[in-house]
């Protein structure tokens, strides 16, 4: 599927897999209270996203959603901000967006 996303989705989907595989890597440790938040900030993040993901990725079938739309609510629910910007200035060009975490899009606004 690389090949028929852009780069930024490309990243989106596998910033989802990654926070779904950290998730899912301490489930049992999470659910019996036994994991400590601090023990691993990869884990924490994905705590913090499980929520929002899991919500996204329960779409009911009536629901219809366009792919562009689809990409912008997995970049939501996980707290990420995709910034319009082809090369690297910062003045929002559209020829290549960037992916930025919650921390480092509210640090560049």
Known sequence: MPACNSETETELVRMGRRYMADYQSMAEMIRLGAYRQGADPAVDA???VNPTLE?????RPNERMGLDESYL?????MGVQVVEDGDGDGDGDAENPVVEDGDEAAAAA
Request: proline share 0%.
């Open 73 to 77: 609510g997995l970049a939501e629910s």
């Open 46 to 48: 994905a705590i913090a």
């Open 55 to 59: 919500a996204f990725l329960s779409q």
